[in-house]
C-alpha cells in the first residue's frame, strides 16, 4: 500500500493525508476530476429544475414535482464533502479493457450519460469494500483519497494483484487515510462511513431486503452506521418495492435519533422515517415502578389480551329471526354458532371477522329462501345484510370493541382480568395489575408507556397493523417482549435490520438471547452476525471497559479494537474534591485535542455537575433528552456537552469524561443492570477517556494498564 501526499515513495512511511507538500502531477489530475465532477453534478441540478412537472392530472402534477424537487435536494453540492472518496481499476482478464470507477455517495454522470461518479451502493462498488490479494474481484489497484474539508489533500494505492512475493507488502499494510478518516474529530451528529466500511460490514448493508438480520455488536464496531447504510442501500437497490411500503428506522430515545439522523440525508436518502419505540405506540401521560412494567412488558400479556378480546364475542342464545314481506325467516341458534364460530376459528381480526357476520348470517336466510322455492339474487343478500333485524343480532353477538376499553376493563375489574388471565398470570401478578382506585372512564386514564404497547396490541387484534418494507430497530437488547411484538407486526410482510449489544442491556427487561428477541419479532431462525472489530473506541478504553464483560455478558466475545491510535485512558481518584477534579479534567480534555468532550455523570448529578461547570466558565450544554438542535454555521455550539448517564447510549464524543462510576452504577435496580449501564458510558470515547471519582470503582476497573 503507497500513500501520497506528494510524488510517492513506496518503501516510505505512510503519510499524512492533510499534509501540505511539493505538488504531485497525479494529485493534480484527481483534484482535476474532482472538479470536473462537481461542475457534471451542478449541471445535473440545473437540467432537473428545470424540467416542467406535466402530467394528466394535478395531483398526477404535485407528486411529480415533489420528485422532482427530491431529486433537486439529493444533487446540492456541499462543498464541506467531497464527491468521491476511493477509486478502483479494475480488468477481468488479460483479453479486456480495464474500467477505472470512481466511488462516490452519489452517481454523477456526464453530458453522455458516462458514469463520472459510482454511487457506493452500486453493485460494481462492492469490489471497493470486499476486494483483497486474496480475492481481488478483478481490482487491480484500490485507491483511497485523503479529503480535508472537501478538497483531495492526498492518495494510497493498493496494489491487488501483485506478485505472490509483494503480498506481504500490497495487501497486509494499514491504511493511514483509512485510519484518519475513523480517527478525526466528532463534532455535532453521526457521519455516514462510506468511505471506511469494511468488508465484515459490507457484507451486512448488502443483504436482501428479504432477508431479517441481528447483529450483535460490541461498541465501536458500527452496528448503528451499518443499520442506517443498509436502510440508503436498500432504498437504492429495491426503489420502487421500499418507497411504498416504506423504510423506519426505530431508535431509543429522541436524543439518539436525532444523532444519526443526519446519515441518511448526507447519502441523498430523505424519506426514511425515525421514531423511537414510545412515539411508535402512542404517548403516555402515566408511569409505573419497574416491577409493573416488566409484568406489562412479559409476553404473556398477549395471551391475557387475545383471550379478553375473543371473549367478548357472545354465544347464540336464540335463533335469529328476519321479517321479510309476509314471511319470516329464521336461522337456529346452533346454526348461528356454527357461523360464529367458523368466523373466529379464521385468523382474521375482530374487527374482520365482525364485519362479516351480517353477510354470513344473510346469505343462511338467502339458503332458507331457495329451499324454499324462492330465487333471490346477491342484491337481497345485501339488504338481508343491512336490514335492522340482522344488524341489531349481529352487534349483540358481536360487540364493537375498542383497545382503551378493553383495557381499561381489565385493570379496573379484578374479575375480568382473572378470568382473562386464568392459568397465565398468578394471582399475585393479576393483583400487580389492578388499579387500586380506577379513573372515572377510559378517557380519563394516565396510560403508562407499558400501558401504551399493550393498547397498540389490542389494536392489532381488532384490525391488523400495516406493515413496512424494512424496519432498522436500533439497541434492541433493551426492549420488551410485547414491545419487540409491537415492532415485529410492523414487519409481518417486510424484513427487519436488528441491531444491540447483550453487554448494554440496561432495561429490568432486557433480552437474555438475540433467539428469544427474534421470536418475539416474529422473525425466528433470522441471521445472527457478530461484530467484535472496535472501529470507533481505541484499545485503552476498549480493553478497560471490557473487563466487566466476565460479569455482565460472559457469553459474548471480547471485543477486539482495530485502531492505530491506541487512545488515552486516565484513571483519576478526586481525594474529596470530586468536582473540581472533574472541571480540571474537562479543562485538560478541551485542550488536549479538538473535538467533542462528553461529560457522562449519573441523573441526580447533572444538575450540581453544570453548576460547576458555570462557575469554572466551561461553556456547554447539557442533553436533556432530545438535542438543542444544530448550531448556527457561524456559531459553533459548545464543544462540552453534559451527559446524564441514562441518556448516553449510542452517543460519541472525542473525549470522555465519566463521573463517578459507582453512582452511575448504583443508580440501577440491581448490580448487573448497573455495570452494564457503567459499560456503556465507559465506551462512549473516541480518543481519550478519563474517569474520575471519589468513591471506590468495580474491583474490575481499579487497577489501570501501563
Known amino acids: 500500500m503507497s500513500p501520497h501526499a506528494h510524488p510517492p515513495d513506496p518503501g516510505g512511511p505512510a503519510a499524512d493525508p492533510t499534509t501540505e507538500s511539493a505538488p504531485d502531477p497525479e494529485l493534480a489530475r484527481e483534484q482535476e476530476h474532482l472538479r470536473s465532477a462537481r461542475a457534471e453534478m451542478a449541471r445535473m441540478r440545473a437540467h432537473t429544475l428545470g424540467l416542467q412537472a406535466q402530467a394528466g392530472d394535478k395531483i398526477a402534477g404535485e407528486q411529480l414535482a415533489y420528485t422532482l424537487w427530491q431529486r433537486a435536494q439529493s444533487l446540492r453540492d456541499d462543498p464541506s464533502t467531497t464527491l468521491f472518496f476511493g477509486r478502483i481499476d479494475t480488468q477481468a482478464g488479460p483479453d479486456h479493457p480495464s474500467e477505472r470507477h470512481y466511488i462516490g455517495r452519489r452517481h454523477i454522470s456526464d453530458s453522455d450519460g458516462e458514469p463520472v461518479v459510482v454511487d457506493w451502493r452500486a453493485g460494481v462498488s462492492t469490489p471497493f469494500y470486499r476486494a483483497s490479494p486474496r480475492e481481488p474481484m478483478g481490482v487491480t489497484l484500490r485507491r483511497r483519497f485523503g479529503v480535508d474539508r472537501g478538497q483531495l489533500t492526498a492518495y494510497e494505492d493498493e496494489h491487488l494483484t501483485a506478485p505472490q512475493g509483494d503480498l506481504a507488502g500490497a495487501g497486509h499494510r494499514s491504511s493511514r487515510i483509512l485510519a484518519h478518516e475513523i480517527e478525526r474529530p466528532r463534532s455535532g451528529p453521526m457521519r455516514d462511513i462510506v468511505a471506511t466500511i469494511q468488508p465484515e460490514q459490507d457484507e451486512i448493508v448488502r443483504a436482501d431486503v428479504t432477508t431479517t438480520i441481528c447483529v450483535q455488536g460490541a461498541p465501536g464496531t458500527g452496528k448503528t452506521a451499518v443499520g442506517l447504510h443498509r436502510a440508503a442501500w436498500l432504498l437504492y437497490s429495491f426503489r420502487d418495492r421500499l418507497s411504498r411500503s416504506g423504510v423506519l428506522v426505530i431508535g431509543p430515545n429522541q436524543a439518539f435519533l436525532e444523532h444519526v439522523g443526519a446519515v441518511l440525508p448526507t447519502l441523498g436518502e430523505i424519506e426514511v ?48 329471526v328476519v321479517p321479510r314481506g309476509a314471511r319470516r325467516w329464521r336461522v337456529p341458534e346452533y346454526d348461528v354458532q356454527e357461523i360464529v364460530d367458523e368466523l373466529a376459528s379464521r385468523g382474521v381480526p375482530y374487527q374482520s371477522a365482525r364485519a362479516m357476520l351480517p353477510q354470513r348470517l344473510a346469505h343462511a336466510v338467502l339458503v332458507r329462501m331457495e329451499r324454499s322455492g324462492d330465487n333471490p339474487d346477491d342484491r337481497v343478500q345485501d339488504a338481508v345484510a343491512r336490514s335492522k333485524p340482522v344488524k341489531d343480532y349481529a352487534a349483540g353477538l358481536w360487540p364493537a370493541l375498542d383497545p382503551a376499553a378493553v383495557l381499561y376493563g381489565l385493570f379496573s375489574d379484578p374479575g375480568a382480568l382473572a378470568t382473562a388471565a386464568d392459568g397465565i398470570l398468578s394471582p399475585d401478578e393479576q393483583r400487580m395489575l389492578v388499579w387500586d382506585k380506577p379513573p372515572r372512564s377510559k378517557g380519563a386514564a394516565r396510560w403508562s408507556p407499558a400501558d401504551t404497547v399493550l393498547l397498540d396490541e389490542i389494536a392489532d387484534l381488532l384490525e391488523r397493523t400495516p406493515s413496512l418494507g424494512h424496519i432498522i430497530l436500533d439497541e434492541a437488547q433493551d426492549l420488551s417482549p410485547m414491545q419487540l411484538r409491537a415492532v415485529g407486526r410492523r414487519a409481518s410482510t417486510g424484513s427487519l435490520t436488528v441491531l444491540g449489544d447483550l453487554a448494554q442491556g440496561t432495561t429490568p427487561w432486557a433480552t437474555r438471547s438475540w433467539d428469544e428477541s427474534l421470536e418475539h419479532l416474529g422473525k425466528r431462525g433470522a441471521h445472527l452476525e457478530e461484530l467484535t472489530r472496535g472501529f470507533r473506541v481505541p484499545a485503552a478504553v476498549l480493553e478497560y471497559a471490557a473487563r466487566l464483560l466476565p460479569r455482565i455478558a460472559p457469553e459474548l466475545a471480547l471485543p477486539e479494537s482495530v485502531r492505530s491510535n491506541p487512545g488515552r485512558l486516565d484513571v483519576v481518584a ?118 474520575v471519582h471519589d468513591r471506590p470503582l468495580p474491583p474490575e476497573l481499579v487497577t489501570v494498564p501501563a
Do not use: C, M, N
Not at 298 to 314: I, T
Not at 619 to 625: C, F, P, S, T
Not at 626 to 652: H, I
Open 273 to 320: 422515517g425515525h421514531t423511537t419505540v414510545e412515539e411508535l405506540t402512542g404517548a403516555s401521560r402515566g408511569a409505573d415502578t419497574a416491577e409493573v412494567a416488566t409484568l406489562k412488558g412479559d409476553a404473556r400479556l398477549a395471551r391475557v389480551l387475545h383471550r379478553a378480546v375473543w371473549s367478548r364475542v357472545g354465544r347464540a342464545g336464540e335463533a335469529l
Open 574 to 691: 478526586a481525594g474529596g474534591r470530586l468536582l473540581p477534579a472533574v472541571v480540571s479534567a474537562v479543562g485538560s480534555a478541551l485542550e488536549g485535542a479538538p473535538g467533542t468532550v462528553g461529560v457522562i455523570v449519573a441523573d441526580d448529578r447533572a444538575r450540581a455537575t453544570a453548576r460547576a461547570l458555570d462557575d469554572a466558565g466551561l461553556e456547554h450544554v447539557r442533553l436533556r433528552g432530545a438535542s438543542s438542535g444544530p448550531a448556527e454555521p457561524d456559531r459553533p455550539g459548545p464543544r462540552v456537552e453534559l451527559v446524564p448517564a441514562t441518556l448516553a447510549k449510542g452517543l460519541e464524543f472525542d473525549q470522555v469524561v465519566v463521573v463517578e462510576p459507582a453512582a452511575i452504577a448504583a443508580a440501577e435496580p440491581d448490580e448487573r443492570t448497573g455495570l452494564r449501564r457503567l459499560y456503556v458510558v465507559l465506551t462512549r470515547a473516541v480518543s481519550g477517556l478519563t474517569v
